[in-house]
């Protein structure tokens, strides 16, 4: 299966028998699909040698409110041409506040929220420098958490023509948990 990056259709980059994806910060149901489908498959890695682009899911979420999708971004110190992997956050603001309030306000009354929520805001309490830092950190967890993704939820949920895989994955284990 050859991945599908988290900004466009396209393909991820292969190189030999390993696929790369892009980081991403909380990527979305369909991305994650496919990196455990490459990582149970031992062809899996991320390509932090490429360049940052901006106004991509690198340093951003798409999450559902009442009000229909939001966009939470992580702000970054960036330069043109600078690799993704030399990304740093502007950390002289305090986002990770803001995205716990809207992480906490979206989903509280999610079946699942109240086993997840401590973890989340755990990685938040860290003061990462680098974006990739954050970004496989948040992998990391939710790969720890989910094991396995259905297209089950994907097809079962539409929300004002915005299909659920695009929505960050931590909608799922906020509403479905581990139990896919």
């Known amino acids: 299966m050859v991945g599908t990056n988290c900004f466009t259709k396209e393909p991820a980059f292969q190189k030999g028998q390993v696929l790369f994806f892009p980081t991403c910060y909380l990527p979305s149901i369909d991305l994650f699909s496919q990196i455990l489908s ?18 991509t899911f690198r340093n951003r979420a798409k999450i559902l409110s009442s009000q229909g999708p939001l966009m939470l971004t992580v702000p970054v110190i960036k330069k043109n041409g600078q690799k993704t992997k030399d990304v ?31 973890e989340v805001r755990l990685i938040f309490d860290k003061n990462f420098v680098f974006l990739i830092d954050l970004n496989e950190m ?43």
């Open 38 to 55: 490459a990582q149970k498959k031992g062809i899996y890695a991320l390509d932090i040698e490429e360049r940052f682009v901006k106004q």
């Open 138 to 180: 948040f992998l990391s967890f939710l790969i720890s958490k989910i094991g396995i993704v259905t297209a089950d939820y994907v097809r079962t949920f539409n929300f004002h023509d915005i299909s659920a895989k695009e929505l960050s994955v931590i909608d799922m284990l906020f509403n479905i948990g581990n139990e896919i």
């Open 88 to 118: 740093k956050i502007f950390n002289d603001i305090k986002w990770q506040r803001n995205h716990l309030r809207t992480l906490e306000t979206c989903y509280n009354n999610s079946p699942f929220f109240i086993h997840y929520f401590d």
